[in-house]
């Protein structure tokens, strides 16, 4: 638990430190719950290469992007041992995400469910979809329609985290929310 | 013969590894009660040949025979240095005193012949050096095969069986072939094949190219057919694959993700877990007319359903009591009396420290096997289906998803021995003493057996 803390607090880190010298804060939970922003167009506008470069110094990734999903909003929640129960921390992340989701209504996520290599194969199929599907459900609670949100189960098939040591198990542990679809730029 | 040669080097397969961690497995219920195997003394002396080739041949079925006999933990082969009688034939009666003396209580004598038309020529007799008689061999005195020496490794399986049912009265299971994931590659990308090989290792080749992840591969009872999961089409579903035609074929279209399949005793269904919305429950398919039936419906998580050999019960993992432990179920779904006294739908038969899943029924009917996992351990062991009588046969860091062999005498699982360890297979008796590593090309988990193959 506290490693993971410790991810979520040094992501928030980040994106803080670009925040300070951007015109734009980071996305917050209760920016556009109620008023989302229009969608940008998605045609890129046609500036020179160098001016990109220098607002994505400034500013971090172009909003609506899927680096600025991952740098800003968060794309993982993390689960203790054989739980797929959500806390305040996890709600934290679901809460930006859904808010994200509001912001951008064309995106749609996959939403995957993930397992330590401390469990039976199968069983972990199995918990693995539970997590996916906490997290659907959470979202859909937020107001995220459930025609965007796919689940898959990867059981203790895809460790982000390849050791054998407890810290491991922890961020193994953990629902990925991806972009497949809609995203802007 | 170059190629053969190569292909054999995969096969000559097995090394024994010794010491369970016997204190660590003292501390859970049910621990290892060991029975006492009985070593049946073989002399199987190197079978006779016409040409210096049909030798060769014959020195490769011998070798072939006693690997397997050996593998078992039941024989002991005596050594050629004791053997008193060097003018031994097919054709002749042995000169019995000269094997008792040595203790020999049984006598394999075999010879190779290669024919004009090329084929080679195998017979075999085995005979009962204390009773002064034959043993007869699937009720025959001595067998005779012609036959390409393409099936040399089969021929001598199939002889070596021949040993092991008339000696132990069990169905010998070394003519048969085990399905398997091959792993390759960093555990955060890591590749997943289905793979096949001989029983004793040789053989083995990929019936998938590794493009997608593929996982708990299990034998059809009754045909060359193998049912598996696979993330091809991205959800993962469950798969049927033709070993002879090569192809695949999804299981069905659902909704969820279909998961943990295995045939049913008969060959004619194929029973898995089925996840939508996040809650997993048990289903059956029939391969004929593909109508599902559900056969749990309940909040858990049900999985890893395997049946009871006359098709009548179910055993499965279930968490509906709080951490996965295994349950029994009718296959119509009729009130059962439970072990514990109350009357449900599903009976808990496990009630040991730790989880228990990935159970397995055992052809003969009488165990299933399991993975428990308790202590920061994993564990194999077998326990009656009412509950009694729990063993546990094997302990690692990781020792998972336990097979049956054809005769239910042997169980195949696979092993990560301490952390960050490459996954490979292992088979262990029923006794937990005879632990064997088996050689794959590559990382190997997640093993399953053909039946025999005649």
């Known amino acids: 638990m506290k490693n993971k803390m410790f991810k979520l607090v040094s992501v928030a880190g980040i994106a803080l430190a670009l925040g300070a010298c951007a015109s734009n804060p980071p996305v917050e939970e209760e920016v556009a719950v109620t008023t989302p922003p229009p969608v940008r167009d998605t045609t890129p506008p046609p500036v020179r290469d160098e001016v990109v470069t220098s607002r994505e110094v400034v500013q971090g990734p172009p909003p609506g992007t899927v680096q600025d999903f991952i740098v800003n909003v968060g794309e993982r929640v993390y689960f203790d041992t054989d739980r797929y129960n959500l806390d305040a921390d996890d709600m934290a992340v679901l809460n930006r995400q859904a808010a994200w989701l509001q912001a951008y209504p064309t995106v749609r996520i996959m939403v995957a469910g993930n397992c330590d290599e401390r469990g039976t194969r199968e069983y972990n199929l199995g918990l693995g979809e539970r997590r996916a599907n906490s997290v659907k459900d959470y979202l859909v609670s937020r107001g995220i329609s459930a025609d965007r949100i796919e689940t898959i189960s990867y059981g203790k098939e895809r460790p982000i985290d390849g050791r054998s040591t407890p810290e491991a198990w922890e961020v193994n542990r953990n629902s990925h929310t991806q972009i497949v679809s809609g995203q802007v730029g | ?454």
């Open chain 2, 1 to 454: 013969m170059a190629l053969k040669r190569m292909i054999l080097s995969l096969g000559v397969a097995v090394t024994v590894s010794m010491g369970l961690g016997a204190p660590a497995m003292a501390q859970l219920e049910g621990e290892v009660t060991q029975a006492s195997a009985r070593e049946f003394r073989v002399a199987l002396p190197d079978f006779n040949a016409n040409t210096p080739e049909a030798q060769a041949l014959a020195d490769q079925i011998t070798a072939i025979m006693r690997n397997d006999l050996r593998s078992t933990g039941l024989f002991d082969l005596l050594t050629p240095d004791s053997f008193i009688q060097q003018d031994l034939s097919v054709l002749v009666q042995p000169r019995f005193a000269d094997w008792r003396i040595i203790d020999t209580e049984s006598l394999g004598i075999g010879e190779v012949e290669i024919m004009d038309d090329g084929r080679m020529r195998v017979a075999f007799r085995l005979w009962d050096t204390a009773q002064e008689q034959e043993h007869l061999l699937s009720g025959r005195r001595g067998r005779q095969y012609v036959t390409t020496s393409e099936n040399l490794r089969r021929v001598a399986h199939v002889l070596a069986d021949d040993i092991y049912t008339s000696l132990t009265g069990d169905e010998g299971y070394f003519d048969s072939r085990i399905v398997f994931i091959a792993e390759s590659g960093p555990r955060t990308a890591r590749v997943k094949r289905l793979a096949i090989m001989d029983q004793d290792g040789a053989n083995a080749e990929f019936l998938t190219n590794g493009q997608h992840t593929v996982l708990t591969p299990r034998f059809s009872p009754s045909d060359q057919t193998i049912t598996y999961m696979t993330y091809e089409r991205g959800r993962p579903q469950v798969y049927l694959f033709d070993i002879e035609t090569g192809r695949s074929e999804a299981l069905g279209q659902f909704q969820g993700m279909t998961y943990a399949p295995r045939f049913s005793p008969d060959g004619n269904s194929v029973i898995m877990a089925q996840a939508d919305n996040g809650n997993s429950d048990i289903y059956i398919m029939d391969l004929n007319s593909r109508r599902r039936t559900r056969l749990t419906d309940h909040p858990a998580i049900d999985t890893s359903p395997s049946m009871s050999p006359d098709g009548d019960e179910i055993v499965f993992t279930s968490d509906r009591g709080g951490t996965p432990q295994l349950y029994v179920m009718n296959r119509d779904g009729s009130m059962r009396t439970c072990p514990s006294g109350g009357r449900d739908v599903a009976c808990r038969i496990t009630f040991g420290s730790g989880r228990y899943s990935t159970p397995v029924w055992s052809p003969r009917g009488d165990l299933i096997a399991f993975t428990r996992q308790a202590n920061g351990r994993f564990y194999i062991g077998v326990i009656e289906p009412d509950g009694e009588g729990e063993r546990l046969l094997t302990e690692a860091y990781l020792d998972e998803g336990p097979a049956w062999s054809p005769n239910g005498r042997v169980i195949i699982f696979f092993r990560e021995d301490r952390p960050g360890a490459s996954p490979a297979l292992y088979t262990v008796d029923l006794t937990g003493r005879n632990l064997r590593r088996l050689n794959t090309p590559g990382d190997a988990s997640d093993p399953a057996w053909s039946p025999t193959l005649r």
